[in-house]
Nanobody, 125 residues
Framework: QVQLVESGGGLVQPGSSLTLSCDAS????????MAWFRQAPGKERVFVAG????????YYSDSVKGRFTISRDNAKNTVFLQMNSLKPEDTAVYFC??????????????????WGQGTQVTVSS
């Protein structure tokens, strides 16, 4: 049974940094594409960042490029999202997602089979 568990969310002030973690069990992440999505109240879930194991490349939405960094520790089966210079518009529930079908879209939520329960990030002064 595959499980993804996010942690690290919280309430921070604008300009602060936060690191989210996604611990995976029941699966070896080495061959999985992994991504972070977020969903703000009343809005759809959107792609934030993704990591491709095959090409060892990272992808980011324009709204977080230069501020967020996705990384993975395959030995620990953990994926991270380092978030710097946080803004109020980054407030959302952040979800970790994974799938073995690396040939499918990195940015589309419909191409991910496994999801975590989400962790709340609130950026407010």
């Amino acid at each position: 049974q595959v499980q993804l568990v996010e942690s690290g969310g919280g309430l921070v002030q604008p300009g602060s940094s936060l690191t989210l973690s996604c611990d995976a069990s029941g699966v070896t992440l080495t061959n999985y594409k992994m991504a972070w999505f977020r969903q703000a109240p009343g809005k759809e879930r959107v792609f934030v960042a993704g990591s491709s194991p095959a090409r060892r490349e990272s992808y980011y939405s324009d709204s977080v490029k230069g501020r967020f960094t996705i990384s993975r520790d395959n030995a620990k089966n953990t994926v991270f999202l380092q978030m710097n210079s946080l803004k109020p518009e980054d407030t959302a529930v952040y979800f970790c997602a994974g799938d073995a079908r690396n040939f499918l879209s990195m940015t589309s939520a419909t191409t991910y089979t496994y999801w975590g329960q989400g962790t709340q990030v609130t950026v407010s002064s």
